[in-house]
């Protein structure tokens, strides 16, 4: 492809921080690197951040966190990643799908309470692109209710909901560092808690049920097996690596961001004519550039943009199937009404290449986009 989806970033201090890790000698989880990492997570988000080798690791601890166990259900939007159920599924919960809003392809907090039961524990919010769910309206409905509010923020890092972090705005927050993310150590991911009475519990959970972080600590003589949990840490060197996507990491933003804006005009004629949808970004949210999609007429309309623009050398994904439409979900989880903008979103949104430096690319991605949808 000339024109890749995905580039990940690379600020070039990467390799010095990795060769500083190698000669600490400290090439397990918790190092000097970590720490600064999670100092960096607190301080723009508030909470207390530990890293995790996943966002999809970080969502499994939230799940175990929020005592999810079988019978529970929890409710979240089905266009999202498989990770966001699974979670929930291993534990033995139901994941109850709901739609999304047709225009910030977020949770429709409207249709949540007719999802509750007797069973429900968890709201699940995701924020798709980097725009935050209405998390005021879930909050109330969470309150009334006394259910637990988990965000998977997987793609919201530095984005923010009424000049509040997104990850600050529930009792857990998942982050994902993936390559595919704004900000990546190639596999990774952080867990926030957001409430600390379950601090503690989260550190043993990460350290494979164990109470090793206390002893490290100082707080016990010896550590021990006391809880259910997993290795849920990354190497040294995965952090040494975050680290150095951290200390760019505004430059990185207002680079795509950039990259974002550009896009958004380009297309503003294109919507004009009624051949696109643009996103939407209600003005309370503050994002971070990570997808630019476009909403086709129909599946068909942008099956061929897909294609044309491989041809092109450009390569323009759609985006999830259905949670509720996939085997797994339709083995292990149910449905709250019809998900009619989920099925919808699904058939007619691709995205486009959106990286740091993409640079010139960007205006024959656009022309190629306008050219074959009849827009130019």
Known sequence: MRVPYNRPAVTGREIDFIREALETRHLSGDGPFSKRCEAWLEARIGGTARLTHSCTAALEMAAILADVGPGDEVIMPSFTFVSTANAFVLRGATPVFIDIRPDTLNIDPALIEAAITPRTKVIVAV??????????????IADRHGLMIIEDAAQALLSSYFDRPAGSLSTISCFSFHETKNLVSGEGGAILINDPKLVERADIIREKGTNRTAFRKRTVDKYTWVDIGSSYLPAEIIAAHLWAQFEAGDDTTTMRMNIWNRYHQGFQSAELKECVVRPTVPQHCSHNGHIYYLLLKSKIARDGLIVSLAED???????????????????YGRTSGELVHTDATS??????????????????????VLSHIGSA
């Not at 759609?318 to 083995?331: C, D, Q």
């Not at 949104?349 to 022309?367: C, H």
């Open 127 to 140: 924020h798709y692109a980097g725009v935050c769910a209405e998390m005021d309206a879930i909050q109330n």
């Open 313 to 331: 050398g450009i390569l323009a994904p759609f985006h999830y199937i259905p949670l509720h439409s996939a085997p797994a979900g339709l083995r």
């Open 347 to 368: 058939d007619r949104l691709i995205r486009l290449p959106l990286f740091r430096d993409l640079g010139d690319d960007q205006e024959i991605v656009i022309d190629r």
